[in-house]
């Protein structure tokens, strides 16, 4: 079954906006088994939107149109697929009632005229409910063919997509198609890939596919199957059988958990604080543990310690440290983490320190040499990295390192 | 003139990531005067490439491929536009002596047989150097239309493009597209809006318009010309009334300088030192500080306060200020400012504290709400933000209040 995506609106052909829904769908029907061979972006023109729909419906099973839902008169992506369809438009009262109630609720009942005009439905349309926002999304089916309409704004569309959208398209197949996400750290992509290469050769349904992340290593198990609970017995092999090779460098198997998140929760479930000390990456790090929200529970305070005099005074590196290994050397990170932790009263801490580039490289200690201390309890290990990307990428990928390396020390840390 | 763009690749219609290539060639060509009515996105199956070019072709001017100009056999675009306008393809003596130079610099010579398909080149096209990578970029002319070949990889593509697309699609046209951006802070979107309504009703040539950006207003002047001589002539007037409209708000009028570049670079002929002490931001201001090479020079250490322990032992906040106003206060703020600066040694000292969400909001202190503080030679001023965006908005927005308030402080200050 071939699906193909168009994306209505001027600012995506501006260049105003970056076309993310684009991949988004396009990333959500690969996972469900359809082919995707076209995508197209049209402003908000009467004529070539309806010549872009009409190509589409004439190549592709389903053709899935975001954007254009909108309450202006420049919105005309329902008007034209209508058009095209030869049917009707109608009000329809349930979304009718529905916009209603999101004025009452978000915005103190203030409804203007043109409101009502996302009321309106193609005649015989499926109307699938937006619950963030006022334009419905829209299924027009005909002779074996759909048209699904859906709304712009990301966090409209994506709920939209994953709540109604994805289980319609799994039925119009014989069998749907279900995913799961295995996350692993401490593992390169290519050790890790040799590591399933029997899997990924042998498999049929489950299958098993890799995606590279900023130095980590995510595998999706996708399963063919009539209902969700039969998927799951069909993946349930293969993740087990991931776990037996990755073991605890699985770090979770949930869509939506980050490697921090997974952090946060493994130092809360060990009832330990953490602290950070930066040279290189400058509060990045800190920032990354931050973005969990309640992340407040195992993170006091951390030290952002650029000059060397910031790493003798806040975090008691020794002078002579600095004066002979210099502050990029594995001997600064080792007393940069154990010193973190004693200044912050933290069981654990990670220390960075190198050299992010463009400058400041010597031929001894080159752009991307960074050093990431780990004092877990009073036991530090230094890890040495060299990387060999922009100041942008080194500074990310240490950051990932180092959360890596906090991950591995917690889990040998047993209180 | 009308420009359509094609991205190739499977990667694209898979979702494996986002395009990028199509935002930035779309709005560059905007830039230059041209109208984009049409994007789409194929894979490297041959058929379905030429339909897209042929169409493309029989409804735009020029058509820019991105893509599928890489070694392997997959790649197919040139191969696949020469088929189209008939053309043999040969092996371009001086791309093949480029790619010799690039691995002899870059890969120590290693050069496998395949790379040599990249000297390949459509018989009369026009022969674009690629100086970040091997495949050139190509153009082909015919009855007053054109396709443009370009590379896929971001970092090999806008250069390309800045240095030598963008002159020859002025040269088309029987007047080029030149523009600078004027980019503002401490002003909001809508109020320089205003300020600036007379100059965009009556614009003719130059014009001017306005781009968001997060925190910042950035203006676009562009100018229709014979030459970059004549068009500096005729932008000289607006941008000369931009600054009497705007003064100092003004950061910079380069495309490539970053708020966070220009308030160094004011550091740093102030010959002063600036610290941070960060509560919900949790290291994201110093991180966007020291994302400028360099910075080293006036951050020399700075400090993440989450817990009230930490702003008491390392910043010198009073116990009774926590105790009676809360860690979220202009007095808290205040005081980490201060604390900050003499903690750190430091001529100016920014601080944040607030409430970042999703959790941890009451009626008197909602979600959002932030203090900054700013501290230059023991002048504090604080200033009270409400965001209303998620977590991370609301830290991105204090990021870039901070930054703003610090350059406002710095200019006041004359030493």
Known sequence: MTVELISVGTEILLGNIVNTNAAYLAEKCALLGLSCYHQSAVGDNEERLEDAIKLALSRSDIVILSGGLGPTKDDITKEVTAKVFGREIKEDAHTKARIQEYFRQVHSGQITPNNWKQAMVPEGAIVVDNHNGTAPGLIIEENGKAAILLPGPPNEIKPMFERDIASYLNKLQPEGIYSKMVKICSVGESKAETMVADLMDAQTNPTLAPYAKTGEVHFRVTARAKSEEEAEQLMKP???????????????????????????????????????????????????????????????????????????????????????????????????????????????????????????????????????GCCVKGNVRVEEFYFTGSRDKNRDYSVVRALTLLREELLKHHS
Chains 1, 2 share one sequence.
Do not use: H, W
């Open 238 to 372: 293969m993740v087990d059988e991931l776990y037996k090779r990755f073991g605890d460098k699985i770090y979770t198997t949930e869509e939506e958990v980050t490697l921090e998140e997974a952090i946060v929760e493994l130092l809360k479930e060990k009832n330990l604080l953490v602290t950070t000390a930066e040279s290189c990456t400058g509060g990045l790090l800190a920032g990354r543990l931050l973005n969990v929200p309640g992340a407040s529970s195992v993170y006091k305070e951390g030290y952002i310690t650029y000059s060397n005099d910031a790493k003798e005074r806040i975090l008691g590196v020794k002078r002579e440290t600095l004066m002979e290994y210099g502050a990029v050397s594995p001997q600064t990170a080792y007393e940069m983490a154990a010193g973190a932790a004693k200044a912050a009263g933290a069981d654990a801490a990670l220390s960075v320190t190198g050299i992010a580039g463009p400058g400041g490289g010597t031929k001894e200690k080159p752009v991307g040499l960074v050093y990431i």
